[in-house]
């Protein structure tokens, strides 16, 4: 019965995520078809005024998008024994191209294995990562480590790295959806991937928060409790 309720919610998750993106797509339509006609006739202001609408359907789109991924979070998936070293191989591979391009550094002790959905642990080291390497110092190459000690019935995880940081007073805000400490100018994004870091780990009954480095950067650490209800 859970499993045909949680495949009926997908189902309208998914109508819901077409119904809400054909606007989007019929807005984008027209804003082609006028750079078409149009093309060289148009002045500057409506050159401006077009890619500004263009770019924020592309917007809308992604956070769209990540509204789906966020409310699917927590719904299926099975446990299993997770070995933490051969997962994170493959979150480095997925970011390879952001590796190499930002000049990143990313070192691990031996991690442990634990128990888990996989898929979920994918998602949340490749959000953290991917963050560490987004908010970078200008012109210093990210230098990235990741380390796990036991914790109570739990592992803890820690990702430390040395960037731009977070003030002291702000490192439970970043776990709210929309909650953006920087303008889109300055760093891209939806404001949502922390709070889906925080929804997978809360599903393996642990928890995540954020602590400001002495040396500069920011550690963020969170629980996976072996006793979960899996």
Request: glycine share 8%; with cysteine.
């Amino acid at each position: 019965t859970l499993d045909r309720s949680s495949a009926a919610s997908d189902v309208y998750k998914r109508q819901a995520s077409h119904d809400l993106k054909e606007p989007l797509r019929s807005i984008s339509s027209f804003v082609q078809l006028l750079n078409q006609t149009l093309g060289g006739e148009l002045d500057d202001s409506t050159v401006y005024a077009l890619r500004f609408i263009g770019d924020g359907v592309e917007r809308m789109n992604s956070l769209i998008h990540n509204l789906l991924e966020y409310s699917r979070t927590g719904q299926g998936g099975t446990a299993e024994d997770v070995a933490m070293d051969d997962l994170i191989d493959e979150v480095l591979q997925n970011l390879d191209a952001t590796i190499k391009d930002s000049g990143a550094t990313i070192s691990h002790a031996s991690l442990p294995t634990v128990r888990g959905v996989r898929s979920d642990l994918v998602h949340l080291f490749q959000n953290l990562l991917s963050n560490a390497i987004k908010f970078r110092k200008p012109d210093v190459a990210p230098v990235i480590d990741i380390d796990a000690a036991s914790e109570g019935d739990g592992i803890r995880f820690c990702i430390r790295d040395n960037g731009i940081g977070i003030k002291p007073d702000q490192c439970d805000e970043v776990f709210q959806p929309f909650r953006r400490l920087h303008t889109r100018e300055e760093y891209e994004g939806t404001g949502i991937g922390l709070a889906h870091c925080r929804k997978i780990v809360e599903r393996h009954d642990g928890h995540i928060w954020a602590e400001p480095r002495d040396e500069g950067g920011t550690s963020f650490c969170f629980t996976i409790n072996e006793s979960s209800l899996f």
